[in-house]
């Protein structure tokens, strides 16, 4: 369901005009109903105001229930006195703000070390709104370097393409969208579920800027084969001389695998890797929004994408297509980093993947499933209804007789050539314990019970009422 159509039915379930107020929380002198759609004539006390809007919010879901969101839904008392001290600090203004433009540098140095970047002296990063921002800003630079290319050769540059894996999340459509490139999807089946560089002959030509590699689906929690896909690369070269560079979207993959797959090789260390990009806010264990982009070295970032500005007498390049955004992110990124330190982020990241593990192993016992992944790469696994189990319900049922139990995990259609098969996932963060998930196959449990106890199909308007979009 797209953005404007979830707007249009929340609009409809808001049709009182008015907002009414208890007469426990008016004063004196104060309306005794607010208009919903319009701003107020006159002005309220600020406690009516914060109890308007705390009442109301409290009917969203508890965050930490939330098993369909990447994001991170929790942080530490010291963390959140931070956001709250450096709210209002403009993260753009790097000369009135010194110190946490410093500090982001160091946070996005400390991520090249991280991902093994050849030189740290030669070297740039920065800091996004959120990993969207930083794939943005990858995909840009590899269409860029593609343009400088092909007219410093005199050949045309208006028809550049992307290589991605169908099962790619929806900042890739979008960029293309944004961007005047060409998606070149490579469909996902059930013997490649991921981008393992088959077939990918069949789509790179003089007009790719670049192969995308996901290291954590958003549909299964999977990790593209980052190997493959560079050694079928260095095949098509050889063959036609066109050397294509990869993108490595690591929003989920690039912090936990650091710390939990040490010996995988997707980084640096493969010399087709020209940037890297995560999320600071998914398992960087920070509040939305903060995500990070790092390149290779200066020569893959064109210089024509830098902006320049001066700051303590000196020069502070700067890249985004945001522009007034808080600091407060960076700076809590800086406090996880100090914090939790290398073996603090392996704990944390192993403990989720020790619960994903737990938990994808119990579900696999239930009857009616069937595991497409186990959890053992980022901490997310999803599931499949086992052929022919039954008609009288489907994965969609289970998640709503969840939801009523304040759990949310998704049900949703696979990728591309693949949609008619259903997955229900599960994402387990910090937050997300052991007795927790024991809680959670609980509810599972029963509601599978109940649900097996049909005997006959639920109504057609309440069956595969999916409103989850990647």
Known sequence: MKKVQLSRLHHKTNIEPTISLSPVFVRPGEATDLPKFELPATMSEPQTAY?????????????RLNLATFVS????????????????KNMIDKDEYPATAAIEERCWRMLANLWHVPDIDDTIGTSTIGSSE???????????LWQEKRKAEGKPADKP??????????????????????????PVTPEHLTLDGYDLEKYVDENTIGVVSILGQTFTGLYDDAVAISKKLDEIQEKTGLDVKMHIDGASGAMV???????????????????????????????PGVGWVVWRNTKVLPESLIFHVSYLGGDMP?????????????????????RLG??????????????????????AKLGPFELISKGDTIPVFAWVMKDGYTENWSLYDLADRLRMKGWLVPAYPM???????????????????????????????AEVANLDALQSPLPDEFANKSQFHH
């Open 415 to 445: 990728a591309d050539n693949m949609a008619d098969v259903t997955l229900q996932r599960i994402v387990v963060k910090l937050g997300m314990s052991h007795d927790l998930a024991v809680a959670l196959l609980a509810d599972i449990k």
């Open 161 to 186: 393409n992307l290589i991605m894996s169908a099962a790619v999340q929806v900042v890739w459509e979008k960029f293309c969208n944004y961007w005047d490139v060409e998606p070149r999807y490579v």
């Open 342 to 363: 290398f073996e603090g982020y392996r704990e944390v990241q192993q403990n989720s993947i020790d619960v994903a593990t737990f938990l994808s192993s119990e579900i």
């Open 73 to 88: 839904t929790w942080m530490d008392d010291y963390a959140k006195k931070l956001y709250l001290e450096s709210a209002d």
């Open 318 to 338: 700067t890249l985004a297509l945001n522009f007034s955004r808080p600091g407060s992110q960076v700076l809590l990124q800086y406090y996880q980093f100090l």
């Open 134 to 144: 930083a794939c943005m800003l990858g995909g840009l630079a590899l269409k860029r």
């Open 51 to 63: 109890q308007i809007v705390h009442d109301e919010s409290i009917l969203d879901g508890n965050s």
């Open 257 to 287: 695998a650091p710390f939990c797959q040490p010996d995988l090789l997707w980084d640096f260390k493969l010399d087709r890797v020209n940037s890297i990009s995560t999320s600071g806010h998914k398992y960087g264990l920070v509040y």
